[in-house]
C-alpha cells in the first residue's frame, strides 16, 4: 500500500514563507495525481492545490494559484507544498492524498498521510 508522510509544517509569521513536503514510498499507479488539502480549525478538509506525478501538470484552489506552489521530484518520490505571503488563513493541518483525477472530491482521496501542523502567527 503506498504511504504518504507529510513534514515541513511550524510556525511562520505573516508574509512569510514555508515549504511542506510529502514524501511517497512508491509512485501511485493507477491514481498518479498527489493532493494537498488543509483542515483548519473546525473546519472541512479542502483541497488546495493537486499535481500529476507523471506530466508534472498541476491545478489550484480558487485564488490560490501565485499564492502556494506545488512540485513535485520523481526521483525523490516527493511532492512540495510552498506557501508564500502566508496569512492566518493559511493556519491549518495539510495532508496529502492520493487519486486518479485531481478532481475527485476529498472523500474519494486515498493513502492519506498523518498531517503537518502550519500555523501563520506574528
Known amino acids: 500500500q503506498v504511504q504518504l508522510v507529510e513534514s515541513g509544517g511550524g510556525l511562520v509569521q505573516p508574509g512569510g514563507s514555508l515549504t511542506l513536503s510529502c514524501k511517497i514510498s512508491?509512485?501511485?499507479?493507477?491514481?498518479?495525481?498527489i493532493g494537498w488539502f488543509r483542515q483548519g480549525p473546525g473546519g472541512l478538509r479542502v483541497q488546495v492545490a493537486c499535481?500529476?506525478?507523471?506530466?508534472?501538470?498541476?491545478y489550484y484552489g480558487s485564488g490560490l494559484e501565485g499564492h502556494l506552489l506545488i512540485s513535485r521530484d520523481q526521483a525523490k518520490r516527493s511532492v512540495s507544498l510552498q506557501i508564500t505571503d502566508a496569512t492566518s488563513e493559511d493556519t491549518a493541518i495539510y495532508y496529502c492524498?492520493?487519486?486518479?483525477?485531481?478532481?475527485?472530491?476529498?472523500?474519494?482521496?486515498?493513502?492519506w498521510g498523518q498531517g503537518t501542523q502550519v500555523t501563520v502567527s506574528s
Open positions: 492524498a492520493t487519486a486518479p483525477l485531481c478532481k475527485w472530491p476529498a472523500s474519494d482521496f486515498q493513502n
Open positions: 512508491e509512485l501511485p499507479y493507477p491514481s498518479p495525481r
Open positions: 499535481i500529476n506525478m507523471v506530466d508534472g501538470i498541476s
